[in-house]
């Protein structure tokens, strides 16, 4: 079973960036599609975007696409997120999970605060 533990989240002015990073235990993290989601206060938790186990394919929520690229480096275990041009809308906890297509897999980490201020 893969664990996760993901870091990078912070407060940033609209319009700034900000990397997120998952560090994933496990022997079959290179193996697996993964993605981010995240979830904003009094909402449900929503796809972000989603890299396959090669890193060569990617997908994106409408909302983010443009904006944020999602990438991994197997030998490290770890997949990215690299958001720019933040909005405020942009504003939650992100998790990452292992996937199939846009749907998540497995236990959820602790996620990450993203505070995007105007």
């Known amino acids: 079973q893969v664990q996760l533990v993901e870091s990078g989240g912070g407060l940033v002015q609209a319009g700034g960036s900000l990397r997120l990073s998952c560090a994933a235990s496990?022997?079959?993290?290179?193996?697996?599609?993964m993605g981010w989601f995240r979830q904003a206060p009094g909402k449900e938790r929503t796809f972000v975007a989603a890299?396959?186990?090669?890193?060569?394919?990617?997908s994106y929520a409408d909302s983010v696409r443009g904006r944020f690229t999602i990438s991994r480096d197997n030998a490290k275990n770890t997949v990215y997120l690299q958001m720019n041009m933040l909005k405020p809308d942009d504003t939650a906890v992100y998790y990452c999970?292992?996937?199939?297509?846009?749907?998540?897999?497995?236990?959820w980490g602790q996620g990450t605060q993203v505070t995007v201020s105007s």
């Open positions: 496990g022997r079959t993290f290179s193996s697996r599609p």
């Open positions: 890299v396959s186990w090669s890193g060569r394919s990617n």
């Open positions: 999970n292992a996937v199939r297509g846009s749907v998540p897999l497995g236990d």
